[in-house]
């Protein structure tokens, strides 16, 4: 299988503090990755250096390559604005822009220059359906987007990331902040979406990583300790801390 992304020697450091250790990992195309570990242990931070979310935040440094389509995306050949295109990301609390839902989902586009009214149209038509809010929210896609529930919210903040036809769709954590049903509806969603997208999931969740993600990989103070198919790790760890941390032990 060909990895969609190979992150090799990867160190991280806020100011003096290092934050990752020499994570090494292929994440593959058309599958789910979770990413698992108690809280602090570099999940987050692991998943902002794959589309340079963490260029915004000053005092870092950034050691080893991750190669996306050939390339290193932080050689100066990348252009982060179209690195962001290609990998979308999906934060922890949803994050609709205080406009309308058609205006919520076409923003990306807008930015881009596509402002025709057909292809706008048929985009936020299609990315409703494709994140199960259509038949929700047909009759009121002209209405503010901060009316709908949170769960709601977090399916357009989907839909607003797959609007601009990336490759891989990140997401922190997206469903901590919702309710069981809305959890559900937002994971039978991610099991869809794989099949246009390859998605990496934080979440806090060992149950959603083992029911949802392909592979899991288990942070633990910035280091990857194991990563495998999520069905070896759940079932037969190799490494002890990984087997304590799954079965409650510590974390």
């Known amino acids: 299988m060909e990895p969609i992304l190979s992150v090799r020697n990867l160190n991280f450091y806020y100011g003096e503090h290092k934050a990752l250790k020499d994570v090494n990992m292929d994440i593959y195309k058309n599958n789910v990755t979770a990413f698992i570990g108690p809280s602090g242990c570099g999940k987050s931070t692991f998943l902002r250096t794959l589309n340079r979310m ?3 935040i000053e005092n870092v440094k950034v050691e080893g390559n991750i190669i996306y389509e050939g390339k290193d995306i932080y050689s100066k050949e990348m252009e982060p604005v179209e690195l962001r295109r290609r990998i979308g990301m999906v934060f ?9 839902i058609y205006e919520n989902i076409v923003y990306g586009l807008r930015k881009n220059g596509v402002n025709k009214k057909d292809v706008l149209d048929e985009v936020v038509e299609k990315t409703l359906k494709a994140v199960a809010l259509y038949d929700e929210v047909k009759d009121k ?4 987007a901060l009316e709908l529930s949170g769960g709601q919210q977090q399916r357009l903040c989907i ?9 891989v769709v990140l997401m922190d954590e997206p469903t901590s902040a919702l309710d069981p049903i809305s959890t559900m509806k937002i994971e039978e969603l991610v099991l869809e979406l794989k099949k246009d997208y390859t998605i990496i999931i934080v979440t806090h969740s060992m149950q959603q990583a ?3 993600s392909d592979y ?7 280091e990857v300790i194991e990563y495998d198919e ?7 760890p190799r490494d002890k801390r990984t087997e304590d941390y799954i079965t409650g032990r510590f974390g």
């Open 92 to 100: 922890q609390k949803p994050n609709p822009f205080p406009k309308t």
């Open 141 to 144: 896609i002209y209405k503010s």
């Open 216 to 222: 899991t990989a288990f942070f633990l103070n910035g």
């Open 230 to 236: 999520t069905s070896k790790i759940f079932s037969n």
């Open 159 to 167: 839909a607003r990331a797959i609007a601009m036809q990336p490759d």
């Open 54 to 56: 963490n260029d915004f």
């Open 210 to 212: 083992a029911r949802i």
